[in-house]
């Protein structure tokens, strides 16, 4: 399964660069508490945005984790990102709850700005070790329950670097949605 639609929400899997997303409103960015320029999707995010989004998120940080605020674009083809601290698998706890609470918060501040089309990574699935099918399921699992009241999301997907990351997103998409 890489596609379901739930309350006129289509929730899809994509294999891509997050930074490459240009019919998405929002993307949203794996970030460090500083909300500065790192590795993996915060590297590409702030690579294909430039030095102008490092410069408007310097006075937002920093963030802790679960915190998700919101920027401009700037050189991205979207119009917002939405920066999210996911947890360190392992040192910051309760990690599944600070885990959901990105998904939560990022699609919260995306219903304030009436955003209807927002691209997530996998968050917290790199460098700060959450194994990524647990990581999966709670991300499922709070994207299942917050498009339940939503009224502005139409979309949102989840963008996967790699063949194996879209096979076990498809497979635990499945388990929560099936």
Not at 5 to 33: C, F, H, M, Y
Not at 131 to 139: D, G, L
Request: net charge negative; charged share 20%.
């Amino acid at each position: 399964m890489d596609t379901v639609t739930l309350n006129d929400v289509t929730i899809e899997l994509k294999r891509g660069d997050i930074a490459s997303q240009s019919d998405i409103e929002a993307v949203v960015n794996a970030a460090n508490a500083q909300l500065r320029t790192g590795g993996g999707v915060a590297g590409a995010i702030h690579h294909a945005a430039g030095p102008k989004l490092t410069e408007e998120t310097r006075s937002m940080a920093p963030i802790k984790p679960g915190e998700a605020v919101i920027s401009g674009g700037h050189g991205l083809p979207n119009d917002y990102v939405i920066h999210c601290l996911g947890p360190v698998y392992g040192k910051d706890e309760p990690e599944e709850e600070l885990l959901a609470n990105c998904y939560r918060n990022s699609l919260q501040l995306a219903k304030e700005h009436d955003i209807s089309r927002v691209a997530f990574p996998s968050i917290s699935t790199g460098a700060f070790g959450y194994p990524m099918e647990e990581a999966a399921e709670v991300a499922f699992r709070t994207v299942k329950e917050e498009v339940s009241t939503s009224r502005s999301l139409s979309l949102i997907r989840f963008v996967l670097w790699g063949e194996d990351a879209m096979q076990m997103h498809e497979e635990v998409m499945g388990q929560v949605f099936g």
